[in-house]
């Protein structure tokens, strides 16, 4: 295809070179709204309180434009923000939050599916294939284009009219037709070898789950003698290992709660986001002026004590702190200091079954919201093995953690390769710098 600005829709076209680039001269320019339907239908305020809905937030819709999962309830039940509704065909695409780019498309869905208001939901017109309209949303061009529009820095958003007048470029129906079916096929071959890579990563953190929850119950000689924890779930222990609850271990105490003002000169501010996997990511860390921390809050993080997040949606992860990290400060967390020196053996402990896939989980379970408090941490009960062999127990983990964690980042990252190579193959069709006319099965 021969690109150029000039001939029909040039100076559409014009109006949008600097971020689009050429496109075909015979392809149209357009503002979005005028291309498609937004919002054709909403559940009306007084629809009955026992109508099921199956309903989508911007959380369900993955990197791939496709709707993971939608979560089943009844209509009086449900938030306010269940309200709009769709049909075969629609793609949508999140108004807030918008460098998440979720963007799917609605093929076949169930009579009552119900997408949050925080999604625009886009129905083609007459003229414009509807899976034509999904890449395009889906493309690079366009979703720089909405994320340039939005407004707020930590919750970014773009109106409804504003996403409106962003401009579409449109080739004749046959050519949108062959794009779609070219990308159809070709996203979906890129899509296979990410979801065996993905399921790859999750068969490694499953391994990584199991080998922590034995050693730290087990210990590392098969041999040992066992014992009768006096515990149903827990089961049998090492005959010299004791079973005791953490706050006999460890002293308990809460983190500073609202931070203060940010200061580029301050200190490390640990929050929940920062903490995954048992470690603490200082990619996106906050720093804090120290003179801004109330007197009397013993909130300070210390070099091998651990951090527990206690509410919201990452309540139970826990964390190691390193000694690089020593004097941080905890945000609105728990922080669990231990006797006797046996930090970094607890810090395993607490990520294993035992302890976050079950006792955590049932505080969780109990609540209205995900929540931990200082005494429900306190009643959790831990294994002690003797202190040299707990040493011994921690470093065997850091050392095979270690290699699952280098296997996994190192699969993230062909992940990622795979992923941009999906994202400039939709760019370059959608915008006709590949002739699909030329591409053969």
Do not use: C
């Amino acid at each position: 295809m021969t690109s150029t600005t000039a001939g029909p829709g040039a100076q559409a076209a014009n109006g949008v070179r600097a971020w689009l680039g050429d496109i075909p001269a015979h392809w149209n320019v357009k503002p979005l709204k005028h291309a498609v339907t937004m919002n054709p239908e909403v559940l009306a305020e007084g629809t009955a309180h026992d109508y099921e809905i199956a309903y989508v937030d911007i959380g369900n819709v993955n990197t791939t434009g496709r709707i993971s999962d939608s979560l089943i309830m009844l209509f009086g039940d449900a938030p306010t923000r269940a309200r709009k509704r769709t049909a075969d065909g629609d793609t949508i695409i999140s108004t807030v939050r918008t460098y998440l780019k979720a963007i799917a498309f609605i093929e076949q869905p169930p009579e009552n599916l119900t997408v949050s208001t925080g999604f625009a939901v886009l129905r083609p017109r007459q003229g414009l294939h509807p899976r034509f309209l999904f890449y395009v949303v889906q493309s690079e061009q366009f979703v720089q284009s909405v994320v340039a529009h939005s407004e707020g820095v930590s919750y970014p958003a773009i109106n409804t009219s504003t996403l409106g007048r962003l401009p579409i470029w449109l080739p004749p129906l046959p050519t949108q037709s062959a794009i779609a079916v070219f990308l159809d096929r070709e996203t979906a071959r890129i899509d296979a070898l990410i979801a065996k890579r993905q399921r790859f990563i999750e068969l490694l953190e499953e391994k990584r789950s199991a080998l922590i929850t034995h050693v730290v119950t087990k210990g590392l000689d098969p041999d040992v003698p066992m014992r009768d924890s006096g515990v149903d779930w827990l089961g049998e222990i090492p005959a010299h290992w004791e079973v005791r609850p953490l706050k006999r271990v460890a002293r308990i105490r809460y983190g500073l709660g609202e931070p203060p003002a940010e200061s580029p000169d301050g200190v490390p501010f640990v929050r929940a986001t920062d903490i995954s996997d048992g470690t603490i990511s200082d990619t996106k860390m906050m720093f804090i002026d120290p003179d801004d921390i109330p007197t009397g809050r013993d909130a300070r993080l210390r070099g091998g004590e651990i951090i527990v997040v206690r509410s919201g949606a990452y309540t139970g992860d826990s964390a190691f702190v390193p000694d690089n990290l020593d004097r941080a400060v905890a945000g609105y967390d728990m922080v669990v200091a231990m006797t006797g020196g046996h930090g970094r053996f607890m810090a395993w402990q607490l990520l294993s079954a035992i302890v976050k896939g079950y006792q955590f989980l049932l505080y969780r379970l109990r609540a209205a919201q995900p929540h931990l408090n200082a005494e429900q941490l306190g009643r959790t009960l831990v294994l002690l093995p003797p202190e040299d062999e707990q040493q011994v127990v921690a470093h065997h983990l850091d050392r095979e953690m270690a290699k699952i964690e280098a296997l996994v980042a190192k699969v993230r990252a062909h992940i990622e390769r795979l992923a941009e190579l999906r994202t400039a193959l939709v760019s370059a069709a959608v915008t006709g710098k590949i002739d699909v006319r030329e591409q053969t099965p």
